[in-house]
T-cell receptor, first 108, second 114 residues
Framework: AQRVTQPEKLLSVFKGAPVELKCNYS??????LFWYVQYSRQRLQLLLR??SRESIKGFTADLNKGETSFHLKKPFAQEEDSAMYYC??????????FGKGITLSVRP | NAGVTQTPKFRILKIGQSMTLQCAQD?????MYWYRQDPGMGLKLIYY???????DKGEVPNGYNVSRSTTEDFPLRLELAAPSQTSVYFC?????????????FGPGTRLTVT
């Protein structure tokens, strides 16, 4: 079975502070991993995917197969980063499994 | 290009009533999904479809039904509404998973059953 664990429900930081949103997964094969974001009153949307190795809005995430992790990082948080973040995994069954999500609050 | 659309945006149901949540996409995606989002629980997959005429259960299908008569539409039916079905429902669509394709989400339907 595939599983995604986001161990924290809430992270509150000051503007300019570094951010790390943790994500661990359980999957026996080669997963595809994603971070989705939901800003207030907006629909869920893709932030980034590991296969692209891209940086979006200053966020990066590296797939660590040894630690089965896909943590989301940003060196300097901005107020507009405040949102709900979901880590998600697609395995061989083609279903997207979501973690429980974490609320990021960036204070001025 | 409207993407994924859902109606209604809000609905209040009494216990035992039925309703259909509508979902449509104009991106010619074969794959479509229904999720429910409960506070602190993330998104749970209710049903999904890999193409017109093909549907399958997700993680939490009990109390729901779906149909997929066209590529564009994927309605979700609640037959006997229960308070446990109070949630926010999201529809999504995508190209076939497994190639890094993202899912596109609708704006959600907030349902309250009292």
């Amino acid at each position: 079975a595939q599983r995604v664990t986001q161990p924290e429900k809430l992270l509150s930081v000051f503007k300019g502070a570094p951010v790390e949103l943790k994500c661990n997964y359980s999957y026996s094969g080669s997963p595809e991993l994603f971070w989705y974001v939901q800003y207030s009153r907006q629909r869920l949307q893709l932030l980034l995917r590991h296969i692209s190795r891209e940086s979006i809005k200053g966020f990066t995430a590296d797939l660590n197969k040894g630690e089965t992790s896909f943590h989301l990082k940003k060196p300097f948080a901005q107020e507009e980063d405040s949102a709900m973040y979901y880590c998600a995994l697609t395995g061989a069954n083609s279903k997207l499994t979501f973690g429980k999500g974490i609320t990021l609050s960036v204070r001025p | 290009n409207a993407g994924v659309t859902q109606t209604p945006k809000f609905r209040i149901l009494k216990i035992g009533q039925s309703m259909t949540l509508q979902c449509a996409q104009d991106m010619n995606h074969n794959y479509m999904y229904w999720y429910r989002q409960d506070p602190g629980m993330g998104l749970k997959l209710i049903y999904y479809s890999v193409g017109a005429g093909i549907t399958d259960k997700g993680e939490v299908p009990n109390g729901y039904n779906v149909s997929r008569s066209t590529t564009e539409d994927f309605p979700l039916r609640l037959e006997l509404a229960a308070p446990s079905q109070t949630s926010v429902y999201f529809c999504a669509s995508s190209y076939p998973p497994g190639e890094g394709y993202e899912q596109y989400f609708g704006p959600g339907t907030r349902l309250t059953v009292t």
